[in-house]
């Protein structure tokens, strides 16, 4: 928990790093509203269409499909949430994790990846981001959301470190082996599980995320 309340305090005070956070932070709010904010939609219309004929109160009519998709947006904001981390955060959060290592420590390794070789990566990630994901969603229909809270931030925490460990040439699945090493992930992990399944909040903390799992990376290998 200690590394994400650095990253969040380093995020809102370090002017270094905000020059680097800025546009990656706004391609994320864009596209989780774009994708939570349709599925919502299309709950929104399904379920107008279900009580059209109905003969329910004006009120009712126009209420209640919105406080329902309102609902259903809160259901699937934690699962689309770290569903795109698991696809963009190796790619999108590159540049803001080296320079915290700069920042923060003078020196930051950056080992050449090819693009196949990153992009074979984030594929090996999907089918243990889905499954969470879907998980995370069923948990939430029945009302025991928070129940995920920890396995979800294990994806998130594989994911927001994932940059620290492919600058160093370390790839998912010895990434899995020495994030389970370091005392103090489980919790990061449990910690961001928390904010993940917050909508707006997950957003607002999403670099400081990004740069608590790089201290964190940096502190545990010693380079």
Do not use: H
């Not at 290592?101 to 090819?114: C, F, H, L, M």
């Not at 594929?123 to 029945?142: I, M, T, W």
């Amino acid at each position: 928990m200690e590394y994400l309340f650095r990253g969040v305090r380093l995020s809102l005070k370090d002017p270094e790093l905000r020059k680097y956070l800025i546009k990656p932070f706004f391609w994320s709010i864009f596209l989780y509203l774009c994708v939570s904010l349709s599925i919502t939609w299309m709950v929104s219309a399904w379920i107008t269409d279900l009580i059209a004929g109905w003969q329910l109160p004006g009120w009712v009519e126009f209420l209640g499909p919105r406080l329902l998709a309102f609902l259903a947006w809160s259901f699937v904001a934690g699962p689309v949430f770290f569903g795109l981390n698991a696809v963009l955060s190796s790619f999108m959060w590159s540049d803001l994790s080296y320079r915290t290592e700069i920042d923060q420590y003078g020196s930051a390794p950056r080992v050449k990846n090819t693009v196949g070789a990153e992009l074979g990566d984030s594929v090996a990630r999907l089918p243990r981001s889905l499954g969470v994901s879907f998980l995370s969603l069923v948990l939430g229909l029945v009302g025991l959301g928070w129940v995920s809270a920890y396995p979800v931030g294990r994806v998130c925490l594989l994911d927001f470190t994932a940059p620290a460990y492919l600058r160093r040439g370390i790839f998912f699945g010895e990434q899995k082996v020495r994030v389970s090493l370091i005392p103090r992930s489980k919790g990061f992990a449990l910690a961001c599980g928390v904010v993940s399944l917050v909508p707006l909040l997950n957003l607002l903390c999403l670099p400081g995320a990004v740069i608590g799992a790089t201290l964190m990376v940096r502190e545990s290998e010693g380079r």
